[in-house]
């Protein structure tokens, strides 16, 4: 196996475990160092972990802040994101949190991104 | 037979004994039990010392010079190679003497069984995200994540 990809397993064994990790300060420590990295495969774990997640915090990280998540300005790392939120059993809390962002006090762009995706979800 | 001429026989014997041996060393062999089974060599089969001569012709005069001249060389070839492997086991001691200074200097108990302990447990780390998440605690994690990007980035830049 060659060095990078044994670095890039690494990556994404911590970050899982992070998600996996009951202690909800995980949360914080993904959002400041994962979303937070200028590598856009370490924006990529991280968004996909906090989906994963699956809680109101979580989400809310990769959904209603400008510049993560589905709100990327990598198209690979908002795209691997709704991927993640579509492919999650249970849509309920990603819905409602969808639902706060489009009404909620936030900028146009996070606004209309958050309305696609909730179209999307309802769709699928 | 007469003793008068018994004794002029054993004088002539005396006196002109290769007359005698030709045909002594023709008739009679004294080693027949041991040597060419029985067979009377009667011919010279060497080879003359004079004709081996004759055969060494001016040619092979030069050949055989340059012979000479070659063992000749030899000898300061070998000489040469004896030099060279004077050298080389002064090298040889010369290096195995640093060896040895650096294994009396540079390698202490303390570091070899921090060395054997480091790769035994990177045989036995685990970066299972089931394991992590249950060993470790959220800053053991942070810690570890920001390691890992920094080696991805030195990696990958």
Request: proline share 1%; glycine share 4%; with cysteine.
């Amino acid at each position: 196996m060659r060095e990078i990809e044994k670095k890039t397993k690494k990556l994404n064994n911590i970050i899982d475990a992070l998600s996996l990790h009951e202690d909800p300060s995980s949360i914080a420590m993904l959002e400041e160092i994962g979303t937070n990295s200028s590598i856009d495969v370490v924006r990529e774990m991280t968004s996909r972990a906090l989906v994963r997640k699956n809680m109101e915090d979580s989400l809310k990280v990769v959904i209603s802040n400008k510049g993560k998540g589905i709100n990327d300005l990598s198209t690979v790392v908002a795209m691997s994101t709704i991927n993640e939120l579509l492919s999650l059993e249970n849509k309920d809390m990603a819905m409602k949190i969808l639902s706060d962002t489009v009404e909620g006090e936030v900028e146009d762009d996070v606004k209309d991104n958050a309305r696609s995706v909730k179209a999307l979800m309802a769709l699928s | 037979m007469e003793i008068s001429s018994v004794r002029e026989n054993i004088k002539s014997r005396l006196f002109n004994s290769t007359k005698y041996e030709t045909v002594v060393s023709n008739k009679s062999n004294p080693f027949k039990q041991t040597s060419f089974k029985g067979n009377v060599l009667s011919a010279d089969v060497f080879e003359s010392a004079t004709k081996a001569a004759k055969e060494c012709a001016p040619k092979n005069k030069l050949t055989m010079s340059a012979l000479v001249g070659s063992i000749s060389n030899f000898g300061s070839k070998i000489q040469a190679g004896i030099e060279s492997i004077v050298a080389f086991g002064n090298r040889m001691k010369e290096g195995f003497s640093n060896t040895w200074n650096m294994l009396n200097k540079d390698i202490s108990l303390t570091e070899v069984r921090s060395a054997i302990s480091t790769r035994w447990n990177s045989m036995f780390e685990t970066t299972n995200p089931k394991v992590l998440a249950k060993n470790k605690t959220v800053d053991e994690l942070g810690t570890m994540l920001n390691d890992a990007i920094a080696d991805y980035s030195a990696i990958a830049a």
